[in-house]
């Protein structure tokens, strides 16, 4: 079925260590978008890519890389994971009809000790 | 800068009641507002957009919303709640860089 998979759903590792979240859409949609969600604060956008080759960053972009290489894929990496990483992770996607987040994957939480 | 407040934290409500959901905003221009809704376990669906025009607007599953611009508001409502409208609501404000709301919980009795 078409959609967003991301993968894993669920990651622990630890302090320090590298670790890269998937996202995957089937629907060739141009914007994709990372989101982090933490308790009391909402979402907080974290890059966003308008086409492949093109990213920017969001509103807490510190600790991450992202790259866009393939329009259906955008990685998440944290090059040094830290525990103010721990969050659940969100991607998503649209067609970009005003550019903002039409459809979401299930998440992933990772946890950082 | 651009900034969404969400007054209440959690809401209950009885099933076939009326909801309002409330969202202040504060944005420099005219803002792009949204509502979200989330079931545990799962990304958010967007129920409903506001770019212009009509200042009330339909959204899916039932639910409408206002822009009040003289409020800074974006008030989600529904006429008749389900008990499957119980979940977690975000209301939304921006173009690429988005503000979310911290999110309001909604708990619907039998």
């Known amino acids: 079925d078409a959609g967003i998979t991301q993968s894993p759903r669920y990651k622990i590792t630890e302090t320090g260590r590298q670790v890269t979240l998937m996202c995957h859409q089937t629907w060739s949609h141009s914007y994709m978008f990372w989101y982090r969600q933490d308790l009391g604060h909402g979402l907080r956008l974290i890059y966003y890519s308008a086409a492949a080759d093109i990213t920017d960053k969001g509103e807490v972009p510190d600790g991450y890389v992202v790259s866009r290489s393939k329009t259906e894929n955008f990685p998440l990496t944290l090059e040094s994971a830290t525990r103010s990483q721990t969050s659940v992770y969100f991607c998503?996607?649209?067609?970009?009809?005003?550019?903002?987040?039409?459809?979401f994957g299930d998440g992933t939480r990772l946890s950082i000790l | 800068a651009q900034s969404v407040t969400q007054p209440d934290i959690h809401i209950t409500v009885s099933e076939g009641a009326s909801l309002e959901l409330r969202c202040n905003y504060s944005?420099?221009?005219?803002?792009?507002l949204f509502w979200y809704v989330q079931s545990p376990g799962q990304g958010l669906q967007l129920l409903l957009k506001?770019?212009?025009?009509?200042?009330l607007v339909q959204g899916i599953k039932g639910f409408e919303a206002e822009f009040k611009r003289s409020q800074s508001s974006f008030n989600l409502r529904k006429p008749s709640v389900h008990w499957s409208d119980a979940a977690e609501y975000f209301c939304?404000?921006?173009?690429?860089?988005?503000?979310f709301g911290a999110g309001t919980r909604l708990t619907v009795k039998p």
């Open positions: 939304a404000v921006g173009n690429n860089d988005m503000r």
């Open positions: 998503a996607s649209s067609d970009g009809d005003g550019n903002q987040p039409q459809h």
């Open positions: 944005y420099g221009a005219t803002p792009y």
């Open positions: 506001y770019f212009s025009g009509d200042t």
